[in-house]
T-cell receptor, first 110, second 107 residues
Framework: DVKVTQSSRYLVKRTGEKVFLECVQD?????MFWYRQDPGLGLRLIYF???????EKGDIPEGYSVSREKKERFSLILESASTNQTSMYLC?????????FGSGTQLSVL | GIQVEQSPPDLILQEGANSTLRCNFS?????LQWFHQNPWGQLINLFY???GTKQNGRLSATTVATERYSLLYISSSQTTDSGVYFC?????????FGTGTKLQVIP
């Protein structure tokens, strides 16, 4: 079975902390995505990557950065976490056809 | 960009009832999936259906690409069908989510 694995299901951090969310896929997909999902706002694209070391800003990149040093791993970084970054974060990958999602990370910033 | 509208936005069903969810696109698509987001937030892939009809148990889906819509049929609904259903226009780089249908199945 194909797999997209997010490192944490629940995460609690303090304001100002540097936060790393990790996502690993085992399907050799070129494209990987980070979304956040908030009630009433649907899924919003933060960043995506179409190759190793390549990244593109999505719709809401402010306050986030990403890293893709290896094809299978796409990391989302919150340089200085703030309370408005409390959200559900979803990672996805695709080869261009089917899209696969990780199980999500519920991040709370206190 | 391409807009993906879903209807109805909310739906309440009695257990055992059937329903049809609809997804309309503003432009042609050649890549469409249906997902179910369960109450724990996980997005489950139901169908990859750029065209034609597929069935999987109590669920089936039909996409008519020339008329820019897709339908998801749920028969004999169960409480575990509750959650939000998304149609998603995929692609190599640009992915567009539908607005979602929130389904609640009551015993």
């Amino acid at each position: 079975d194909v797999k997209v694995t997010q490192s944490s299901r629940y995460l609690v951090k303090r304001t100002g902390e540097k936060v790393f969310l990790e996502c690993v896929q085992d399907m050799d997909h070129e494209n990987m995505f980070w979304y956040r999902q908030d009630p009433g706002l649907g899924l919003r694209l933060i960043y995506f990557s179409y190759d190793v070391k390549m990244k593109e800003k999505g719709d809401i990149p402010e306050g986030y950065s990403v890293s893709r040093e290896k094809k299978e791993r796409f990391s989302l970084i919150l340089e200085s976490a703030s309370t408005n970054q409390t959200s559900m974060y979803l990672c996805a990958s695709t080869s261009g056809e089917k899209l696969f999602f990780g199980s999500g990370t519920q991040l709370s910033v206190l | 960009g391409i807009q993906v509208e879903q209807s109805p936005p909310d739906l309440i069903l009695q257990e055992g009832a059937n329903s049809t969810l609809r997804c309309n696109f503003s432009d042609s698509v050649n890549n469409l999936q249906w997902f179910h987001q369960n109450p724990w937030g996980q997005l489950i892939n139901l169908f990859y259906i750029p065209s034609g009809t597929k069935q999987n148990g109590r669920l089936s889906a039909t996409t008519v690409a020339t008329e820019r819509y897709s339908l998801l049929y749920i028969s004999s609904s169960q409480t575990t069908d509750s959650g939000v259903y998304f149609c998603v226009r995929g692609g190599y780089q640009k992915v567009t989510f539908g607005t979602g249908t929130k389904l609640q199945v009551i015993p």
